[in-house]
């Protein structure tokens, strides 16, 4: 038994689907794949793709039998951590698309040049760019 390297979707719990679609929109700067009531997913990579799921959806789903992830608003609880070309745009485009700042692009003890911020969730998104590039 082995992990499909074929299709893997990561999924974020969001309190505001609409919002934060339109978010990751401006900050990724494509549409999304797949955009439904209770499900968008933004292709990545070939393979990879990012899901926000309403809170609500994964409550009904999992038959509330998990605490309700929208009572950690603002607390995080996930971070995305993507390689690309210019840290510090991405980081400009996560503030102008109404995310929080929280630590501008420097040169961190693990080797990378990288960026932090969070998203209308308080999900917290790097970006990151590798010191030797």
Known sequence: MSISK??????IYVINQEKSRLFYEKLLGYKPVLDVPGMTEFQLFDSVKLG???T???MKILENKIPDPSQAKGIPRSEIYMFVDNPEDYYARLVSAGGKGISKCELRNWGDYAAYGSDLDGNIIAFAKKASE
């Open 56 to 58: 609500e959806g994964i």
């Open 6 to 11: 074929d299709n893997i979707i990561f999924i």
């Open 52 to 54: 926000i799921m309403p």
